[in-house]
């Protein structure tokens, strides 16, 4: 596969970078010593570089070495998850509780080869603004950075992304123009009841009984009020309730959250867990109150900016290698922010099978170093591409 021979040189570099940022994990918006280790490096490279968006994020800008109005942006997300690391590797987290479960630190990595790259040559006209962003997981740091002005203060005509994909095989690619990946919504519903001896239920309103029955009745949201051809999730994922065997209490709380990739379906979700909570509450003498927040839209790819994200892809791994019909994920990522502000393009990159397919979230989960200048050289190619030189 023909990575950038340059990148290539310095593939001990970037995995001594990769290593020292998972060492040394920092959860949302708390990535001080991550952005400085990234804003160290980028001003090292020669770019320009602003800090203090979205608290600890760090956007850098480079221009080529020819002339362009045209300017693009490719983002990378910096935050670390709250997960006890397990995987046994030499460099595994110095920060008990806190780990890099999702490959944050191999694309901060990746992100800063391709910066490193593009300051020595600068082989294109325009501008390139490199976003390392705090706050992915669960939180919205791209939300707030989009907030805060970030294609204000550097505008841009599109945006870029990329995620590693545990079990596809380095050296490959994915994507697909349209929905990539689902919103991401959470609802919490509390359920009073009348607290009572258990031995005595008829004395009390259960509300353990009231909220099993609306657990129960959720799961016939995606399957009888939700058309067989649309996508939807609805997962409880927390019920909490009670203190000891023999106290029927006043209260228990269901958690969960739904994904899907249309706002209709996200509209009649939350109307649906909102109905069904309150019917079956009322049904049974108990009350409800339901909380239900949007945090991520789903991920919205536009078809130009795909189609050259996989030919850039395809200049690196061939285009066989390039899968440009991949099946959408429930999961979500809020790049979606940043896809709803502008026109790009989200993509995977393979992290390998084997002892590289452990799942994301998991304590056993590394990112693999040998992908780190495939990822790189991507990112080059995707600007020279986008931004290239007239001839």
Not at 73 to 94: I, T
Not at 135 to 149: D, F, Y
Not at 291 to 307: G, I, K, L, Q
Request: with cysteine; hydrophobic share 40%.
């Amino acid at each position: 596969m023909p990575i950038v021979n340059r990148i290539a040189d310095y593939h001990k570099d970037l995995a001594a970078w990769r290593h020292e940022l998972h060492a040394h994990p920092e959860t949302a918006f708390e990535e001080k010593e991550t952005a400085e280790f990234v804003a160290r490096r980028l001003t090292e490279f020669g770019l320009d570089v602003h800090r203090g968006l979205a608290g600890t994020g760090v956007v850098a800008t480079l221009k080529g070495n020819a002339p362009g109005q045209r300017a693009i942006a490719l983002r990378a997300d910096m935050d670390a998850l709250h997960v006890h690391e397990k995987s046994g590797v030499a460099y595994a987290s110095k920060t008990p509780g806190k780990m890099h479960a999702c490959g944050h630190d191999g694309h901060t990595t990746m992100l800063l080869g391709a910066a490193r790259y593009l300051a020595e040559t600068r082989n294109f006209a325009g501008t390139v603004h490199f976003i390392f962003q705090p706050a992915e997981e669960n939180e919205g740091g791209g939300r707030v950075m989009v907030e805060e002005g970030l294609f204000e203060k550097f505008p841009v005509e599109a945006v870029f992304g990329m995620h590693n994909w545990p079990g596809m095989p380095a050296g490959k690619f994915a994507t697909r123009p349209g929905p990539m990946m689902a919103s991401f919504d959470i609802f919490e519903i509390t359920v009073t009841g009348k607290g009572t001896h258990a031995a005595l239920p008829h004395l009390g309103i259960d509300p353990v009984v009231a909220a099993a029955q609306i657990a129960t009745g959720l799961q016939t949201i995606t399957s009888r009020n939700t058309h067989p051809l649309e996508s939807a999730v609805v997962s409880v994922t927390q019920i909490h309730g009670g203190d000891t065997w023999n106290v029927i209490p006043d209260e228990v709380v269901l958690r969960g959250t739904t994904r899907s990739f249309r706002k209709e379906v996200q509209d009649a979700m939350e109307a649906a867990i909102r109905r069904i909570a309150q019917g079956v509450a009322s049904g049974m003498g108990a009350s409800v109150a339901v909380r239900y927040e949007r945090r991520y839209p789903p991920t919205v790819n536009s078809a130009p900016e795909t189609e050259i994200a996989t030919q850039a892809a395809a200049e690196v791994v061939g285009a066989a290698n390039v899968d440009r019909t991949l099946m959408p994920t429930m999961g979500s990522e809020d790049f979606a922010f940043m896809l709803q502000a502008k026109p790009g393009a989200y993509v995977f990159i393979g992290n390998g099978g084997g002892d590289k397919a452990a799942g994301l979230h998991n304590p056993h989960y590394d990112f693999n170093d040998e992908i780190l200048p495939i990822g790189a050289s991507y990112w080059a190619r995707l600007v020279e591409r986008v931004l290239a030189k007239a001839a």
